[in-house]
């Protein structure tokens, strides 16, 4: 079974700056089996990333995913109050099962 | 657009069985997996396990397989959690989603697209 470890646990920055998040596999993992989720307080989660790389339909585009083999990263290049959340990554396997990481919380100073 | 709607809340007492619904609108309800996401308080999400309810396939993740059961109507477009037996562990947020593949180019990528609100069950004596 594939385990995903995500970091930082917690990433407090200031408005304007950039995030980086990390998810890394416990093995190598296909980039179309990889998704990434926003998180906001009180609220239902929702799609960002699909495919390591894709955007959801929607998602800004200061949002972006990268990464290959079992490093993987979401970057949002200007941070904004409202991104405020915690930010999971997931791991699709081929038994049509899914594993969430443990997800990194994006504070705002 | 796709909703899936959820009870908002449910309070039992610990042996008591609960069954929480999730009804989706639209036609093609019975053709994408519906599953189950759960969030224990302060901790992260958990994905449960799925249904296809045009045929009740089912499939658990190993952490709830024999501890809850997926099931569905496709008449009524309705996907269903369901314990036998609570326990105050079980107290969480359960979310209820849509996973679809996505077909692009020569490739097939699998995620949830769409969320419930989320249905609020709290086992306490």
């Known amino acids: 079974e594939i385990v995903l470890t995500q970091s930082p646990g917690t990433l407090s920055l200031s408005p304007g700056e950039r995030a980086t998040l990390s998810c890394r596999a416990s093995?190598?993992?296909?980039?179309?089996?990889l998704s990434w989720y926003q998180h906001r307080p009180g609220q239902a989660p929702r799609l960002l990333m699909y495919?390591?790389?894709n955007r959801a339909t929607g998602i800004p585009a200061r949002f972006s995913g990268s990464g290959s083999g079992a490093d993987f990263t979401l970057t949002i290049s200007r941070l904004e109050p409202e991104d405020l959340a915690v930010y999971y990554c997931?791991?699709?396997?081929?038994?049509?099962?899914?594993?969430f990481g443990p997800g990194t919380k994006v504070e705002i100073k | 657009e796709v909703q899936l709607v959820q009870p908002g809340a449910e309070v039992k007492k610990p042996g008591e069985s609960l069954k929480i619904s999730c009804k989706g609108s639209?036609?093609?309800?019975?053709?994408?997996?519906i599953g189950w996401v759960r969030q224990k308080p302060g901790t992260g999400l958990e994905w449960m396990g799925i249904?296809?309810?045009?045929?009740?396939?089912?499939r658990y993740s190993p952490s709830f397989q024999g501890r809850v059961t997926i099931s569905a109507d496709k008449s009524i477009n309705t996907a269903y959690l369901q314990w036998s037996s609570l326990k105050a562990s079980d107290t969480a947020l359960y979310y209820c989603?849509?996973?679809?593949?996505?077909?692009?180019?020569?490739?097939?990528?699998?995620?949830?697209?769409?969320w419930g609100k989320g249905t609020t069950v709290t086992v306490s004596s």
């Open positions: 989603v849509r996973q679809t593949v996505l077909r692009e180019n020569f490739y097939f990528y699998y995620y949830i697209d769409v």
């Open positions: 639209g036609d093609s309800f019975s053709k994408y997996w």
């Open positions: 249904i296809y309810p045009q045929d009740s396939d089912t």
């Open positions: 093995q190598d993992i296909s980039n179309t089996y």
């Open positions: 495919g390591a790389s």
């Open positions: 997931q791991h699709y396997n081929s038994s049509l099962l899914f594993t």
